[in-house]
């Protein structure tokens, strides 16, 4: 990409967006556009379509969506398939019409079957049943994978899709409610520490594993596909490495310095019980993670007692 083409980070003010413009900026792009939702409301078509056409960015990457953690995709299903299909037929179109070069679509690992076996392949799509907790959501990213193949195949576009697994750092939302673990557990047990809470709890058994990855790669993975992959499947981005829920939270309770002990509340979902993904795809693109989850909880424990304490983004 030349460093001065117009490039339209859609999402920029979330989690990924905000890392994405980061890294575009950190790599002399100059030419950003960017617009909120307040300004933008990308479910709206005839809105998104006179944004395209006034503003004609050359590449897009799509991290606008609504997001949220297991209890979130749990109780506003219709509102996680809307919102998602909404904003990607209307961007993905408005670029077809518009005639943008390159697009990347941020989907998630939560596409794949929920015993898919692991570590999870990017053929596993669509060769099982999906975990019920996320399948609104997961069928949302499914459909923005196939609309990019389909426009590649019938208009010769160029529309690629990364799959990151769980995500975090700067900027997550810290919402106990709608938030995903980690940053929930950053929340959770900083606030049990400075109050001298007992105990901390913890949603589920903790026994389902997880694999993190830390947003900057995620933005630094995006960057490089949208550089060097021009191939219709989706390239899954990862660590390769995975821990249980209860061995997450102990890691975070010594980050944070709590002393205390864990509940264990069996009233929520565990979700798919294991979701780690193969990298091979995109390590043989040239392309592996850097932040270890030590460096990740140390640094982003460090943002949040600078931005957070205890406000909430979400
Ligand atoms: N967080 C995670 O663990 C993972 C995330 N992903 C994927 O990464 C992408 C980004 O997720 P993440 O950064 O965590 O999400 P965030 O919730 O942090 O950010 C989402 C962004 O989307 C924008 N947005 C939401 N609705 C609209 C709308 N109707 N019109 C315009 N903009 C809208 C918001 O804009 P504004 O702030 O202006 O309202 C917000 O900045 C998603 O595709 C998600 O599936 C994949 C795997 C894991
Ligand atoms: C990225 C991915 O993220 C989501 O899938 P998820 O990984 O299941 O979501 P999660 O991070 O919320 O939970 C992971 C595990 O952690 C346990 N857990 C314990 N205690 C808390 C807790 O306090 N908060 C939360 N959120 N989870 C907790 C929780 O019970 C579960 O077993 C979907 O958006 C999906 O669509 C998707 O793409």
């Not at 002393?259 to 979700?271: I, Q």
Request: aromatic share 10%; net charge neutral.
């Amino acid at each position: 990409m030349d460093k001065g083409a117009r490039i339209f980070v859609a999402g920029h003010r979330g989690l990924v967006g905000s890392a994405i413009v980061r890294t575009l900026q950190a790599a002399g792009y100059r030419n950003l556009i960017t617009r909120t939702s307040a300004e933008l409301d990308l479910r709206e078509q005839g809105a998104t379509r006179a944004f395209f056409e006034k503003e004609r960015p050359e590449y897009v990457f799509i991290a606008a969506a609504k997001v949220g953690g297991i209890v979130a995709n749990n109780s506003y299903p219709a509102e996680f398939i809307y919102d998602n299909l909404m904003i990607q037929n209307n961007v993905i179109h408005a670029s077809y019409l518009s005639g943008v070069q390159k697009l990347l679509l941020l989907g998630s690992t939560c596409i794949y079957p929920k015993l898919a076996p692991q570590p999870i392949r990017e053929d596993a799509l669509l060769t099982g049943p999906l975990e019920p907790t996320n399948e609104p959501y997961a069928i949302a990213k499914i459909a923005g994978i196939k609309m990019c193949q389909s426009y590649n195949r019938q208009y010769g576009t160029r529309y690629i899709c990364a799959m990151p697994t769980n995500l975090y750092g700067p900027n997550d939302n810290f919402d106990l409610t709608t938030s995903h673990v980690l940053p929930a557990f950053i929340r959770k047990f900083h606030e049990a520490k400075a109050s001298g809470a007992e105990n901390v709890v913890i949603w589920g058994s903790g026994t389902p594993y997880r694999e993190f990855v830390h947003v900057d790669d995620v933005a630094e993975a995006s960057l490089f596909l949208m550089e060097n992959y021009e191939g219709w499947e989706p390239v899954n981005i990862g660590s390769g490495e995975e821990l249980t829920i209860r061995a997450l939270a102990e890691q975070v309770a010594a980050v944070v310095g709590f002393k205390g002990g864990l509940v264990f509340d069996a009233s929520k979902p565990d979700g798919t019980p294991r979701k780690l993904s193969d990298v091979s795809r995109i390590h043989e693109l040239g392309w592996r993670h850097r932040i270890t989850l030590e460096e990740g909880l140390n640094s982003t424990y460090a943002w949040y007692l600078e931005n957070q304490g205890g406000g909430v983004r979400g």
